[in-house]
């Protein structure tokens, strides 16, 4: 694959081993333009960057190795892991973002994303469930990629984790069974930022940020039976 080569001066110095790669973070920039990412991501004040950067067209360009730390995750939770920057590649994608007029990811841009994720899987054995949106380990700062990155289309070139229909029968359950089970579901799955036995009034972000990824038609903060039957799947392949 060619790399066009920026570098960015916001990484930590030392190195890392490659066993300590272990997800794939992926970001879009959520700025005006391609250009005022480029930017932001070489900017000594704004001390953000990520490891590559795939623009519309589809032109990837590397920013810091992969053997070093770029700061593109921030505070952030995934199962045991905190502040997943230490172990994660991080990806940003060209796309105005919900600030700006939220674009539908092109073809080229996600067809490169894919190639590029695949080489990276291969290369540092990363598993699909570690292959994550910026949302899912700071949902309660972040909404990228967002509901329309095509998680599904991904997955079925082998990037990321889908869920297939669940058998299990969720009827008749009161509401607050319903929350509970649902989120021991989503931290089974990896989610974080929450309690799994108490409401409280993060619970709807939460609950967004799941359907930004699975429900994507109806990001509305609201357990139904069709997501309890989906966080049910997903946490058995945990």
């Known amino acids: 694959m060619q790399l ?7 990484f930590n110095k030392n190195l890392r081993v490659k066993s300590n790669i272990k997800f794939l973070i992926i970001h879009y920039t959520g700025m005006q333009s391609k250009r005022a990412s ?3 991501l070489v900017s000594i004040k704004h001390k953000v960057s990520c490891h590559y950067l795939v623009d519309r067209n589809g032109k990837v360009f590397q920013f810091v190795s992969d053997n070093r730390i770029s700061w593109h995750a921030g505070k952030s ?12 590649i991080g990806i940003e994608l060209v796309n105005k973002g919900h600030s700006f007029g939220y674009e539908k990811f092109s073809k080229k841009q996600i067809d490169k994303l894919s190639i590029l ?7 540092y054995r990363i598993n699909n ?8 380990i700071a949902p309660l700062r ?16 082998g990037v990321g984790l889908w869920y297939f229909n669940e058998k299990k029968n969720f009827e008749n359950l009161k509401k607050t069974e319903i929350r509970n089970i649902f989120f021991k579901n ?14 409280s009034s993060s ?14 038609h109806k990001v509305n903060g609201k357990i139904d039976l069709k997501m309890l039957k989906i966080s049910h799947y997903l946490a058995k392949k945990s």
């Open 117 to 123: 994720c695949l080489l990276l899987k291969k290369k």
């Open 4 to 10: 066009f080569r920026i570098n960015s001066p916001n």
């Open 142 to 157: 972040k909404i990228d990629p967002g509901e329309k990155f095509p998680w599904k289309k991904l997955s079925k070139k």
């Open 77 to 88: 939770k995934w199962k045991n892991f905190k502040n997943l920057n230490n172990k994660s």
């Open 129 to 136: 469930s570690c292959i994550l949106g910026h949302s899912d």
């Open 38 to 40: 480029l930017e932001r």
């Open 203 to 216: 619970d709807s972000t939460i609950v967004k940020a799941f359907q930004r990824r699975y429900v994507q």
């Open 186 to 199: 989503l931290h089974k799955i990896g989610y974080r930022y929450f309690n799994k036995n108490k409401s």
